[in-house]
């Protein structure tokens, strides 16, 4: 065999690679895998009309059509799509198809970011000589994840996880968008103001009031002028922001010993009902993936990210491990009351269970068990239920119901 030279190793196309991996409209587009009937109708998950406070899980774009979004009051949604298909989530369903996609995506790089149940990073620096060029993993990552599991996912692609991000929304569904080295600044320059991730509705209303109309304001003025205009964080943010954010990660390191859920909203939750509902959903997550990895946790955490970008981080070890669903709503609660700042909106949650350990490992038993053993046992009997029967619509906290 001739010995392969420094020509025949494919050039990376950028000093660092990154994909940002996208499930499109995740829950409705489940929904309708699952159900050939809803296929190109307007589908809401969230909830049944009449159901009281209820909020918009996702929305799929036959709905976004009529203004639908996520976290939208359900009366609301109701009004502008009256005639829409309405579901409540089966979230352990929604985990079973995310873990399908994040096992493809793990088979290309060691370094795999799940940020949630439906996006992930994956850095794919150095991995020309097995895989090839970027570009062509990118395109044999969408074939993969539609033929084995039947979803769509859109990717972004570029040396930045802050642009990649971005660009995997650009093409929305099924699409793919590269900003390659050296582009980052003018890709960035020409995006609407809107488009500028992390940038909530209020901190839009306060860049136009200042007179800015484009990135290119924002670029044109000083990082010092900024942070005087929006304050330390945000100013510091839209500086590094309209240069394309390169310092910016997502998710931390992966963490073996760190099972966590986050979502980064597209409009600021300012009401208390839509922050613990959201909560709950990423509680389901975290519970659900400790189940199939057949561990338990005491540390709970929680991670705030607010309107300016500001981001709060606060975290509380119990003597005994997290017993049920219930049981780590109340704890997060708990802390997010501790770290609430009210009047902010709320752009982003993470909630986690930090330093899991295996459910082999004994632990004392608590003196009074007050009903928490019981609950434990019954979700995780509707885990095993739901593991071989993935269309059971059994939902759990302010989001549980059981469908009819």
Not at 86 to 111: D, F, N
Not at 172 to 198: H, Q, Y
Not at 213 to 218: A, L, P, V, Y
Not at 280 to 304: F, W
Request: proline residues 4%.
């Amino acid at each position: 065999m001739a010995e392969e030279t420094k020509a025949d190793i494919p050039k990376p196309i950028f000093p660092k690679v990154y994909l940002h991996v996208d499930l499109d409209a995740f829950f409705a587009s489940v929904e309708q895998l699952d159900n050939p009937e809803y296929r190109g109708k307007p589908v809401i998950v969230g909830g049944l009309p009449g159901d009281r406070r209820a909020v918009v899980s996702t929305a799929s774009y036959e709905a976004r059509k009529f203004g639908v979004h996520s976290a939208m009051p359900l009366v609301t949604a109701v009004k502008l799509c009256p005639n829409a298909i309405y579901v409540r989530g089966r979230y352990q369903r929604y985990e079973e198809k995310s873990q399908e996609v994040m096992g493809i995506l793990a088979q290309y790089s060691p370094s795999l970011i799940q940020i949630s149940v439906d996006e992930a990073f994956i850095d794919l620096t150095g991995t020309e000589r097995l895989f090839g060029p970027a570009e062509n993993v990118a395109k044999k990552i969408k074939a993969e994840v539609k033929e084995k599991t039947g979803l769509t996912v859109s990717v972004g692609m570029s040396s930045s996880m802050y642009i990649a991000k971005i660009a995997s929304g650009f093409k929305k569904p099924d699409g793919l968008t590269i900003v390659r080295a050296g582009d980052e600044e003018r890709f960035m320059l020409e995006l609407p103001m809107s488009k500028i991730w992390g940038v909530g509705e209020k901190t839009q209303e306060r860049l136009k009031a200042a007179g800015f109309r484009t990135t290119r304001d924002i670029y044109e003025k000083s990082e010092k002028l900024l942070m005087t205009m929006f304050g330390n964080s945000m100013g510091t943010f839209l500086y590094e922001a309209v240069r394309g954010n390169n310092s910016m990660t997502f998710g931390g390191e992966p963490k073996s010993h760190s099972i966590s859920s986050e979502k980064t909203f597209e409009y600021d939750l300012t009401e208390r009902y839509t922050i613990d509902t959201e909560i709950m959903v990423l509680i389901t997550d975290v519970l659900y993936r400790m189940h199939k990895e057949n561990v338990r946790s005491r540390t709970v955490a929680l991670k705030i990210r607010y309107d300016d970008f500001t981001t709060v981080s606060v975290q509380s070890t119990s003597s005994r491990p997290v017993m049920n669903a219930d049981d780590m709503f109340q704890r997060c609660q708990a802390l997010f009351t501790k770290k609430w700042e009210v009047g902010k909106g709320v752009r982003l949650l993470g909630v986690s269970c930090d330093n899991v350990e295996d459910k082999s490992v004994p632990v004392q038993q608590e003196l009074f068990d007050f009903g928490d053993s019981k609950r434990a046992k019954v979700e995780e009997a509707i885990y095993k239920m739901e593991d071989k029967n993935p269309k059971l619509k059994i939902v759990k906290g302010r989001v549980l119901r059981v469908e009819s």
